[in-house]
């Protein structure tokens, strides 16, 4: 028993043993990769990449820079890349230990460090290929500016007419940028090239400036020597002929703003030959605006003629239109009030129109007269003109509204008197079919209802004599007649209808009358409550009766005689 223990705790260790050694075997593994990576990082290429240096002129900024990115390379060396060996070295010896969380931990260092030598290589890189570039720009720019410089030099030279007194201060800048291309030439021999970066680049900008100028200026001069000038006689001599045509144009103030003008235009070359285009271009905005101005006062002018022209027949109409109903319903008002009851307020508005379409009328004449003469502001006859078109039309309207009321009073009391008339004919009628009816007699509420109503019309027809007719209330008195007229009628209706049908019932049930003694006592009591011309109690009693023996049958008499 103690043979086999023994030898079980031997197996149980050898198996130990040999996993220790696999996994020892596998950890040999990731310091393996670990040497092959410190060899692809020592071959980063730290040497040519600042070779690209070593092409430029190394002294001033740029020797300062070759100089720190060669100390950079031996400080990664030394701190990052040297202790990688050394990290690597220990991994093995934790591994023959058997230690491999202390070989892992080592091998992670060991990655650390490479990671930032790789990251320094990769931020050198960077740094120095933005040197070269910049190296590469300015020189770029310089020879841009010396393109320029010697094509404005040419072309201020050449065409000396386009730029008038603004050519010598030209020059003069241009000249200036010579000793500028020269200060940069210094600066790149000094290798300072960041300070001939800016300097390079403040000189094109002042380089582009002054081409713009170029491109400016001889517009500005068209501008002030030609355009505008053109524009002051075009806009003189046609204000002339706009006169000459019957336009007042004195509140424009033609000759007095544009001698004004002339005087600040004065003032816009000097400022180009100074070289001072932001004034000059304020200057000559400020003009073109004041043209403006008086452009769009002169065109209003023009549109207004336009406009008076198309607006004054149409006003002269509408004023004729005033006149004319006003006379009518002056002549119409008095026999108006003698037959019908109006408004006072309504004839006051009436002699208060009559004053309003005088006072409007001789405006219009002085108006006419102001366009007969020589001299005619549009702009104010056509504000007249608009004054009184919308007064005469807001006239109108009223006016209008008053002649229709004063039409829809005949109107209103004719109708009253024909539904007065239907209300006579249709009372007849029905009270005719009552009589007619196979009612044992008319119900006493139905005479007393027509005689009602007769008086009603008897007095209402009364009041068709009466002058002056306050329409509104016969209207209001016709209206109820209507209503008792329509009630009356269709009582009646709803009795004839129910006396048909309560003969009905009990024509029919008499056939039950023999062998149903109970139909036979209720189609008496039916018939006691027809003659006394209880209809609806007459049918209640018949159709119990009837649906007591033949169900069914009350629904299809009532269709019969309702269809």
Do not use: W
Request: glycine fraction near 2%; hydrophobic fraction near 35%.
């Amino acid at each position: 028993m103690v043979l086999y223990t023994i030898l079980a705790i031997i197996v149980i260790i050898l198996i130990v043993i040999g996993i220790m050694f696999y996994l020892r075997s596998n950890k040999r593994k990731i310091v393996e990769e670990a040497e092959e990576r410190k060899l692809k990082v020592q071959r980063l290429p730290f040497e040519e990449n600042l070779e690209k240096l070593s092409n430029l002129n190394l002294k001033g900024e740029t020797r300062t820079k070759y100089d720190a990115f060669k100390q950079d390379t031996l400080d990664y060396t030394n701190n990052y890349l040297a202790p990688v060996e050394e990290k690597i070295h220990d991994a093995e010896i934790q591994l023959d230990k058997f230690q491999f969380s202390g070989a892992q931990s080592d091998i992670d260092d060991a990655h650390d460090l490479m990671d930032r030598y790789e990251e320094g290589y990769r931020a050198q890189v960077e740094e120095v290929d933005e040197i070269v570039a910049l190296h590469k720009e300015n020189e770029e720019v310089f020879e841009k500016c010396k393109t320029d410089y010697r094509e404005m030099k040419r072309d201020v030279l050449a065409n000396r007419h386009q730029f008038g007194e603004a050519a010598a201060p030209l020059e003069k800048r241009i000249e200036s940028f010579e000793p500028e291309l020269e200060q940069y030439t210094t600066l790149k021999e000094e290798g300072n090239y960041v300070q001939a970066h800016n300097h390079i680049m403040g000189l094109n900008q002042s380089i582009n400036e002054i081409k713009d100028y170029m491109d400016e200026i001889p517009e500005l001069i068209r501008e002030a020597q030609k355009e505008l000038p053109g524009q002051f006689q075009d806009l003189k001599y046609g204000c002339r002929d706009l006169k000459v045509n019957g336009y007042d144009l004195d509140h424009v103030k033609i000759d007095g703003t544009l001698q004004s003008l002339k005087t600040e235009l004065n003032f816009v070359e000097p400022m180009i030959s100074r070289l001072e285009l932001d004034n000059a271009n304020d200057k000559l905005e400020q003009i073109n605006n004041k043209l403006d101005e008086m452009y769009d006062l002169i065109e209003h002018e023009v549109k207004a003629k336009n406009e008076v022209e198309e607006t004054k027949e149409q006003i002269t109409d509408e004023l004729f239109k005033a006149r004319e109903m006003n006379y009518t319903l002056r002549t119409e008002i008095d026999y108006i009030r003698e037959n019908y009851f109006i408004n006072e307020s309504d004839v006051h508005s009436i002699r208060q129109h009559e004053n309003e379409i005088q006072n409007l009328v001789a405006v219009y004449d002085d108006i006419l007269k102001e366009m007969a003469k020589s001299a005619v502001r549009y702009s104010e006859v056509k504000d007249n003109l608009e004054y009184l078109d919308d007064h005469v039309k807001v006239i109108n309207e009223k006016q209008e509204t008053l002649q229709n009321h004063l039409i829809q009073l005949r109107e209103d009391e004719a109708d009253a008197e024909d539904n007065l008339l239907r209300v006579q004919s249709k009372k007849e009628e029905v009270y005719r079919r009552l009589l007619a009816s196979n009612l044992p007699s008319v119900p006493e509420r139905f005479i007393i209802m027509k005689n009602e109503i007769d008086h009603e019309v008897r007095a209402t027809n009364d009041q068709f004599s009466e002058r002056p007719i306050h329409v509104k209330q016969l209207k209001d008195k016709v209206s109820k007649i209507v209503i008792q007229m329509n009630t009356f009628e269709e009582e009646a209706n709803d009795v004839l209808v129910n006396a048909v049908y309560a003969e009905r019932l009990i024509q029919y049930g008499n056939r039950y009358r023999k062998d149903h003694n109970n139909v036979d006592k209720s189609l008496n009591e039916a018939e006691r409550l027809f003659k006394n011309n209880r209809y609806k109690r007459s049918i209640e009693i018949s159709e119990q009766a009837l649906e007591s023996v033949e169900p069914g049958i009350t629904k299809y008499i009532e269709d019969e005689v309702t269809k």
